[in-house]
């Protein structure tokens, strides 16, 4: 099977796609209560005025909001409960991916972070993914670099296919290996600005043929080849994406929305486009550089 990644436009029109058949649908969310979140060091761009500045009360309160909006939506709330010392366990979008692979079925690819005080909590994903039944795969030792999951990772709604985000964090190598495990194809975004260092902060999967997308967080290639892979892009207002990360939204149905607050011109845009948007704040979160989708790894169980 040919597993060479989509990088252009054109490369996509020429390539043909393959449906995932029976896709196991989303079925809850692993998250992490941030009993020891903080601010300690600074890791991204977001975090250089907020070193030692969390309020531990409102986060707690945040979160819970988060879970209860996750829950409302029918999808069950799975717990990690980290040692003390990792200050970004709550951000569970980055020590794994939960997705599915070429014949659909649940599988976990484990993370490899690149922040040392990070690196631990991948361990703690595999623990619980396995007590979830779901099988989890490790990339090969052999394969240099930096890969850190559903952050730089995301799948394509109802297609056997991967966007992978190059720049800040993962490595063009470890997506391709990460591709060859799952069987999917990979289409490759790069992400030139420190301000979206994930993926997950620009673009986010609607539907099959929607995404919701920050358009000066990819070069004109990039732009290019979303336009040519998806009908309908709707565009994450900049200012409201470098202020509230208002891309860094969850559609785990292709209806509802989750997203961060205080992002009015995006959550209108999506409104227009049918989706049903709730806007849970996070203010404590943006502080450390991460929001709705950060604080989430979706659940595929098996069935």
């Known amino acids: ?19 995932t058949p029976d896709e196991v649908p989303v079925s809850g969310a692993l998250m992490c209560p941030p009993d020891h979140f903080d601010v300690i060091d600074i890791r991204n761009a977001h975090m250089s005025a907020h070193v030692g500045q969390i309020d531990e009360a409102a986060a707690r309160s945040q979160w819970n909001s988060l879970a209860d909006a996750i829950d409302a939506m029918g999808l069950d709330v799975h717990l990690l409960d980290p040692p003390k010392g990792l200050v970004d366990a709550v951000f569970t979008a980055n020590p794994s991916l939960v997705s599915v692979d070429d014949s659909g079925q649940p599988v976990a690819i484990i993370g490899r972070m690149d922040h040392p005080d990070r690196r631990p909590e991948s361990e703690l994903h595999r623990s619980r993914l396995l007590q979830l039944g779901i099988r989890c795969l490790d990339i090969e030792a052999g394969t ?24 800040m964090r993962s490595q063009l190598e470890c997506h391709l290996e990460v591709g060859r ?19 997950d902060t620009a673009l986010a999967m609607l539907r099959e043929n929607c995404v919701a997308v920050v358009r000066s967080a990819f070069d004109p290639s990039g732009i290019e080849l979303l336009e040519s892979a998806f009908e309908q892009l709707v565009e994450v207002d900049e200012k409201e994406a470098r202020e509230k990360l208002a891309g860094n939204l969850w559609c785990p149905d292709g209806l509802h929305v989750l997203m961060p607050a205080g992002a009015p011109i995006t959550a209108g845009r999506l409104s227009k486009h049918g989706f049903d948007v709730t806007e849970i704040e996070t203010g404590e979160f943006l502080k450390s550089g991460g929001s709705v989708f950060c604080m989430r790894q979706e659940i595929r169980e098996p069935v």
């Open 144 to 167: 240099a670099g930096v890969w850190e999951g559903n952050g730089d990772t995301l799948k394509h709604p109802g297609l056997s296919l991967l966007w992978c985000g190059v720049g």
């Open 181 to 199: 495990m799952t069987g999917h194809q990979l289409a490759i975004l790069h992400l030139p600005d420190p301000c979206f260092y994930h993926l």
């Open 1 to 19: 099977m040919n597993h060479s990644p989509i990088g252009t436009a054109d490369q996509w029109r020429a390539s043909p796609r393959r449906p």
